[in-house]
């Protein structure tokens, strides 16, 4: 499947918009498997959403900080949530695709 230049930086990594110089890899070591991704619950950490997204957690922390996290992030009491369907979204992956059962959003 071809992609679009655009949306890949020089090493072919999908480029997540809004992340401004942010470089983020599609597969990490520290990465998670599309199983890993789907078993999340509703809302994750940023700690999290950031290790789906292949950027480290501090980098997470300072874009929800600054409003640039690329996925909605509610902010409750003194910590940072992200929805997972949200965070899915971002990743390009659509639960009525994997299944037909599921409920479209």
């Not at 957690?57 to 949530?81: D, I, K, N």
């Amino acid at each position: 499947m071809a992609r679009n230049p655009e949306s890949t930086d020089a090493f072919g990594a999908a480029i997540v918009p809004g992340l401004r110089g942010v470089r983020n890899r599609r597969q990490t070591s520290k990465g998670m498997t599309l199983a890993e991704l789907l078993a999340l619950p509703l809302m994750v950490d940023i700690a999290t959403a950031a290790r789906a997204l292949g950027l480290s957690r501090s980098t997470g922390y300072e874009l929800a900080r600054r409003g640039e996290f690329p996925c909605r992030v509610l902010h409750v009491g003194s910590s940072y949530r992200v929805p997972t369907a949200e965070l899915l979204r971002v990743l390009g992956i659509s639960l009525s695709e994997l299944s037909p059962s599921f409920p479209a959003a």
